[in-house]
């Protein structure tokens, strides 16, 4: 096994022996997630120091959270699978929780729905007959207010009641007025919570169900519409990519993939042509805050990596329907509650496609194009977190820029709101449902080794007008770049008036055409800052929500943005906190934090399914090379690329002809 | 013909007809383009308040600008082609001057290369035997010297010395340090300008010619990267768009196309689902203003559509090169400098493509998963303006979403610089080569008719915080947001801190499920304003780069953001004055005009080709249909798509099985 891949079967396996060897036999354990503890910074370093022949390797560890089921002890274990061997063991503190699991979710809804105090609140909706209703259970989130204790706050829907035998009825189309709250220790409700459906505070008890439509997303409840002939990506040599194992390997990039429980997609070692770019590149978390400030909505806050786990949540891709054209697919592996190992299969997909040109020019004297196409691989994987999905992908093109694109899709979180009744903080999609305002924020941590050196620097680069002046600047054109080194950990932010663009570089290695520091500069969309108050729970739990660049030194299980644990918790122990250190970074070894997303005041057109909304951040070149990488791509031909010609229009005959000869 | 049709030959040759007319028998007249004069507004509403049997037609028209050849009399004539008269004939009033053209900028060339102080120059360059001198003619800019006479400044350039016969040699790869000045009246070269090429603004004599290497981008040229396996697209049942004509019909759309020299591709009366959007969506120009103060490279600045023409210098787009899948080419009609309509054969292609998940919701209790792929519409340009390419399209979603993307590509302007010198206005990109900084700035020109009525407001929304309070925000995460009429004409801004989402609504019309005014919101990427200093001519010609939305009160001929004539234009013509009549335009018929672009300093891996910069400007329906207008689209299945799968891997078998066997 490579130090940097995922666990196997056999290593999972193992850590759960190990961990269930810490206690009496027969001893009721929880698991939540055992993943691969990676090797530390001077390990690695030894490793990679060798040659091919590798006579020293790392030890294999993992890492494992559990609790002692039934109660609120809850453990956090590192295991050297090489030695079979507890390294550290520690009763994580209290004010730290898990996060949820695949099993505690259908467990909780079950206890929510058979609890009498709910059905209690059903016969008063005076339902029709028959009618299913459902439960979302939800993290609690974190208000201060007896919030000690691991809870869930469970939203209630309802099948169309008229088809109530419909399993994939979309219920968030029937959200009703009351929320269970179950503790995850006793796994018992614990009392009936009431949902303001006024414009005001105010909760009433439960009224008799008011008779609205459907809303639904599956085909067979949809007009279908006509007219689209089917589109075809055919590979007839195969793909580009080789993949062997976790290296996968195309037209210059090469990096290896792994995969776990909470970050889902991992890359590591990406390079371009030989040189090396970033050691490793994942997603770190996303939080995503919600607006309503009446209680309970004012807990809505998911942090979707630290509370339940990109791994956990990754749908099985289906060839033809996810992806299109030649794919190949790789199956993720992580751990139940039980700490038996779980295949998410077909957790990633990687194909090829095409994104148009690439690079042009005509020389207009001779009328010779060259173009070239762009050809990108996509890493993707996607998640569904209870009523939202995320399309998470990794995208090269052949002139070395990396993206990471994120597409939000999915049901809007919806809540009961009363005829004719308007709310600043939500829009109405659906009579009697309310998509409340929230954000999305999400953090990409870039951790860079760039041409090969961990020591990085991060730069930013402004433009700005010259002023005035007959000597330096007499016509007013003038406007010079400036470059300013980030020189302390920190938060930073975009600047779009002064054209701000923040650059990973290494001072070490210079350009030999300019002498410029070699670099690679990202394209970051603006996002709003998370907008909750500095002294709210929202504020402090979401590290990463204020700033759209964070910069630290690297130390050790520095890996998730908001902190190791982010369930219910109530601090800040994330990357704010590690970047309050305000280290020394200006020649370093550096882990770029990148945020971006949205803020997301939903539209009528988001129900019941929404379009995709795209973000993407992308990492390019900067005077790496010393001409266009992609000089080289072959030229884009007929031959190649055997488009059809579809109406029957060749070379300049003008079939307009037609049009002009009624104007005479 | 359609009132809103572009000229047909026909049209053009009576054109050129009517206004020879105009002049004594074998008057020499230089054509400066030919184009649709549109019906006015009142023209088009009486004529569209009809139904479909159309008794009125307004009367057909053309614009026409010409030079009396040698002359710098500049004329403006329109021309009623139903009736055979001229409506409008004016000289231009001095300090406006009409585009190049292509026959000019080859005469152009050829002049300054065959003057003798230019073979004066090139002798004391010393460059090897059969060296070949190129010349790029530059419109000329402003800077209020001697510049009320059109003229061009020409950059001049040299094939690889090595290889003079290679007729697409990348001569900007040998900038060479004299540049000639042609008189674009009498046709003569008036002087030889100098080029700074060391650090400050001093010029030296030329010297001679330092050798340096070539830097090529034809294929043959250069190595050939191997590994990438064809990627073909399919559409085995044709295409799912109709074209009739002008007509284009795809997935709800509905939109006439034309093309006219100056804007490229014009989209007229775009509709969704029957329900009218956009009545006019064009290109209005792109300004590039350049960065160095120094002489004459402060006058660089270009307005591609006003100075040149997006129709005239629209590429011929080759099947399987440009394009790929089953593709519709139309040809543009343009007239030359005598008048006579010349095809631009396949200037705009029109084509589907598949741009992965559109959207996609699993049950997770039940695993069901649906997903929809997000096909599109593409219609496009390309346009090859000197050195520089852009790639222009209109994009169309299944779920109502407009887009209007520009790819930057071709080769940057460059100029000589010394060996060893630095200049804070450019980045050096081949040894002896600088690059300049510049900004594109782009301006899209976009006509509502939102739901069907011409009168319609641009509103912006934002997101604030809630003040914390015990009754209204007891837990400091509330936020709401507030839209706000733009009541003025005028210049806005974005302002990402506050989330600011421009819209154009409707206010007439509601959204009958939660009442709000049907919207499009407009995804608009931020750009550094134009960086020009405010009493600069650089600023004052470039009326658009100062906001990134400009928003005015329809007035018949105000289509081009920098003014009808911008080449050496000295004044404020277009939007900025338009919009500096400041009227009231809560509920009006508008214009709107979106401003884009990128902030370019340069990097090397843009020379010899870049890769393409992407910039777009997307419009979304809010709260203008009752929910996902896509719901309706089949979903995605292997049936239709028709994927092949890899690597042998299927539902859930676990090959990484074989890593793990080693573990143990």
């Known amino acids: 096994m490579h130090p940097l891949s995922s666990l196997c079967e056999a290593e999972i396996s193992l850590s759960t022996k190990l961990v269930r060897g810490l206690h009496e036999p027969g001893t009721k354990l929880r698991f939540k997630g055992i993943t691969t503890h990676e090797p530390s910074r001077k390990e690695m370093q030894q490793y990679r120091a060798q040659s091919d022949v590798k006579s020293y390797t790392p ?79 939800w993290i609690w989130g974190a208000d201060g207010v007896a919030d000690d204790v691991r809870q869930y706050q469970c939203y209630m829907y309802m099948r169309d009641p008229n088809k109530p035998a419909e399993l994939d009825s979309n219920h968030y189309a029937f959200p009703l007025t009351f929320s269970p709250v179950v503790d995850a220790v006793t796994m018992q409700v614990t009392r009936i919570d009431y949902l303001p459906t006024g414009a005001g505070f105010e909760t009433t008890s439960t009224q008799p169900w008011r008779a609205t439509k459907p809303n639904e997303y599956i085909p067979e409840l949809n007009e279908k519409r006509t007219g689209l002939k089917p589109l075809r990506v055919l590979q007839p040599e195969g793909a580009s990519f080789a993949l062997e194992g976790d290296i996968l390997k195309w037209q210059k990039w090469e990096m290896r993939t792994s995969f776990n429980y909470r970050e889902g997609m991992v890359l590591h070692e990406v390079s371009f042509d030989g040189r090396p770019l970033f050691y490793r590149v994942s997603l770190s978390d996303m939080s995503i805050p919600y607006s309503d400030p009446r209680a309970p909505f004012h807990k809505k806050q998911a942090f979707d990596l630290g509370d339940a786990g990109a791994g956990l949540m990754a749908n099985d891709l289906k060839l033809g329907c996810d992806c299109l054209g030649a794919i190949a697919y790789k199956d993720g592996l ?63 093109d052949q002139a070395g820029e990396m993206t990471y694109e994120v597409r939000a899709t999915g049901i809007l979180s919806t809540q009961p709101i009363d005829p004719g009744v308007e709310v600043p903080y939500g829009t109405v999609v659906h009579d009697g449902v309310l998509a409340g305002y929230h954000q999305h924020i999400l953090s990409l941590r870039v951790d860079p080794e760039l041409d090969g050196d961990m020591d990085n620097r991060l730069v ?72 909750a108050e500095e002294n709210s729970y929202h504020y402090k739990r979401a590290d990463f929500g204020d700033h759209s660049v964070y910069v630290t030194k690297y130390q050790e299980n520095e890996l998730f943005a908001g902190g190791q644990y982010t369930n219910q918790n109530k601090q800040t122990t994330g990357v704010r906190k590690w970047a309050a250190r305000n280290e020394d970074i200006s020649n370093d070894d550096i882990v770029v934090w990148v945020q971006f997303g949205l803020q997301h005041v939903p539209r009528i057109e988001d129900f019941p399914v929404m379009p995709v909304e795209i973000v993407k951040v992308a990492f390019k070149p900067v005077n790496f090379f010393t001409r266009n990488p992609a000089i080289d791509v072959p030229q884009s031909t007929q031959e190649f690329n055997q488009s059809t010609l579809l109406n029957g229009h060749q070379n300049g005959v003008n079939d307009n002809k037609s049009e002009c000869s009624s104007c005479q």
Chains 1, 2 share one sequence.
């Open 59 to 137: 030890p294999r560890r993992s890492w494992v959270n559990y609790y002692l089921t039934g109660t609120a002890s809850f453990f956090e274990v590192i295991i050297n699978l090489t030695t079979g061997t507890i390294e550290k063991s520690i009763e994580v503190p209290a004010g730290f929780h898990g996060p949820v699991d695949d099993e505690e979710i259908i467990a909780v809804e079950k206890i929510a729905l058979e609890d009498p105090r709910t059905k209690v609140e059903i016969e008063k909706l005076k339902l029709p007959d028959g009618a299913v209703v459902v439960c979302d259970p």
């Open 334 to 396: 992580i751990a139940d509650d039980q700490g038996r190992p779980v295949v998410k299969p077909n957790a990633m997909c990687i194909h090829e496609q095409d994104a148009g040109i690439l690079w042009k020019h005509t020389n207009y004297r001779t009328g010779r194009p060259v173009v070239v196409r762009r050809r990108e691989l996509v890493i993707q994987s996607i998640i569904t977190v209870s009523n939202y999905e995320y399309i998470l992908a990794f995208i090269f």
């Open 460 to 531: 930013y680069e402004e433009t700005s007008a010259l002023p005035r002046h007959p000597e330096t600047n007499p016509h007013g054109n003038g406007y010079v770049s400036k470059r300013t080194t980030v020189e302390k950990a920190g938060g930073y932010d975009l600047e779009s008036k002064k054209n701000r663009v923040f650059m990973i570089e290494n001072p070490k290695k210079k350009n030999p055409v300019n002498g410029k520091n070699v670099a690679y500069k990202m394209h970051i969309p603006p996002v709003q800052p998370l907008l």
